[in-house]
């Protein structure tokens, strides 16, 4: 079986004080390539996951520009944004640093 692409790798999170996401850092899939580092706000992103985009946690090995170290899927289950594997309490992305 197939695996299925990945849309995108969040490589970093900011929370808001209310302990909701406000801004993550990553790299998204453009075909073939991968985009530079991309600032999505909270909305744009809970969009993408709407949309039905995958997007995964993880780091860019360095000088490997399509090579990424990949974690957990996020999901937008319940009007909060998590890694796969946590209660839907708050948003959070567990293993991913915050900037």
């Keep these: 079986m197939a695996r299925r692409k990945i849309d995108g790798v969040i490589e970093a999170v900011r929370y808001s004080p209310g302990g ?13 390539v991968w985009s530079d580092q991309v600032l999505l706000e909270r909305q744009e992103l809970v969009d993408r996951l709407k949309r ?5 946690t993880g780091q860019r090995e360095d000088y490997l520009g399509g090579v990424f170290q990949t974690g957990a899927a996020v999901r937008y ?21 915050i900037f």
Aim: proline share 3%.
């Design 20 to 32: 909701k996401i406000d801004l993550v850092r990553t790299f998204e899939r453009r075909g073939a």
């Design 77 to 97: 289950v319940d009007q909060h944004i998590v890694t796969e594997g946590l209660a839907a309490g708050q948003d959070h992305l567990n293993g991913v640093p």
């Design 52 to 56: 039905g985009k995958r997007f995964v």
